[in-house]
């Protein structure tokens, strides 16, 4: 018989400091579709640029992205450490920018996507530290709870997996 799902999408957002923190989103949206999709009749699908973009020209690199994304995405998981980001023709980073969306999309109609941002606090090299970048995201984050936005913050890895279960659960 056949098996009929919801499919949520889950657009993730960052600047390229975080990659193990993505790849483990990809590890707990495999193993909730594993262990719970058939039971809840939902399957979460991971949308990112490195799997949802390709080559192409256009005016900006980001506007590439953000056309072949689309806005088709149910959750918006933004994730920051010590980068911002690379500027975009319209917004500081790309993150910015893709977070930006989905907070126009929200506040066109708060019930078109959620928003969860998430800030990695832990130690780094200070010689890995590009301190422009560093304070672009302090002042990102400390902007985001003054626009409305509730964030998280996390130490390592295995915490914001935790995190993420809780909210897929919740």
Do not use: C
């Not at 928003?115 to 970048?133: E, G, L, R, T, W």
């Amino acid at each position: 018989m056949p098996l009929t799902q919801k499919v949520l999408r889950a657009f993730i957002a960052s600047p390229s400091d975080v990659a193990d923190e993505r790849a483990i989103l990809d590890e707990v949206v495999a193993e909730l579709n594993r262990t719970w999709s058939q039971t809840l009749g939902v399957r979460l699908e991971v949308l990112k640029w490195e799997t949802h973009s390709f080559p192409d020209a256009g005016l900006d690199v980001q506007g590439i992205v953000s056309s072949q994304i689309g806005e088709n995405y149910d959750i918006f998981i933004g994730i920051m450490w010590t980068r911002f980001g690379t500027p975009t023709q319209n917004f500081a980073s790309g993150t910015e920018e893709e977070f930006r969306r989905a907070m126009d999309r929200y506040r066109a109609n708060p019930t078109s996507v959620h928003i969860m941002f998430y800030f990695k606090n832990a130690p780094v090299s200070p010689d890995s530290i590009d301190v422009d970048q560093l304070a672009r995201v302090h002042a990102f984050r400390n902007s985001l709870g003054q626009e409305g936005t509730y964030h998280w913050t996390f130490r390592a890895a295995q915490d914001l997996e935790g995190f993420l279960r809780i909210a897929e659960y919740g």
